[in-house]
């Protein structure tokens, strides 16, 4: 089901990225440049606008690629599509979907099936990517007339992607205080939007 959402509005981003796999896989790495991973990033998360259809995936955006490095999980963002400018809370949540949910209310809220911040210390606290707090609190994304003013997000403390597989990378329509005061979770607000993290093959 996901896999043929990804298929038919990914724009063949993820094709592309199993088609290089296979490549890679097939070839010995032959065809691959040398260096970390074969040049090849750990994972590719197929961005999409979250909207309140069934799976909760708009039109593709772009995509991110994560590579884990010596210093921390270095993510790379390319848009296709221009995004709101400003700040936007980024973060990987714990849930392995991207759909509309219910929420305590009994309201649907957009992306709310990505759960909250990956969070497997069980803290509780949302004190952004250097803190003690959720792991999955990545840096915020700084967004410059349509596009990412950073192209490289580093997260020190994530030094895997093992358990990180198949869960959510979500954007917010607001930034990230990387506090939970004055609002909670470092009042990034809405959902606006986010892939699952797809593990690339090295
Ligand atoms: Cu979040």
């Known amino acids: 089901m996901n896999k043929k959402k990804i298929f038919s509005t990914g724009f063949g981003l993820a094709f592309v990225a199993i088609l290089l796999n296979s490549c890679v896989s097939k070839a010995g790495g032959g065809t691959a440049p040398e260096g970390t991973n074969d040049g090849m990033p750990d994972a590719i ?53 991207v759909a509309p949910a219910k929420n305590d209310a009994g309201d649907m809220v957009v992306g709310l099936s990505a759960k ?44 895997s992607l093992d358990d990180i597989y198949g869960r959510v990378l979500m954007i917010h329509v607001h930034g990230d205080n990387y506090s939970d005061d004055p609002k909670k979770l470092g009042g990034g607000g809405p959902r606006y939007i986010a892939g699952i993290i797809e593990r690339v093959a090295n």
């Open 116 to 159: 909250g911040h990956y969070d497997p210390g069980k803290t509780g606290k949302h004190e952004g990517p250097d803190g003690d707090g959720h792991l999955g609190d990545l840096p915020l994304l700084e967004i410059k007339d349509g596009m990412p003013v950073e192209s490289e997000l580093l997260a020190r403390r994530i030094e």
């Open 45 to 97: 998360a197929v961005m999409y606008i979250l909207n309140d259809s069934e799976t909760g995936m708009g039109h593709v955006v772009g995509e991110v690629s994560l590579t884990v490095t010596s210093e921390g999980l270095a993510l790379h963002p390319t848009f296709t599509k221009k995004i709101a400018d400003g700040e936007h809370g980024f973060h990987i949540h714990e849930g392995m979907s």
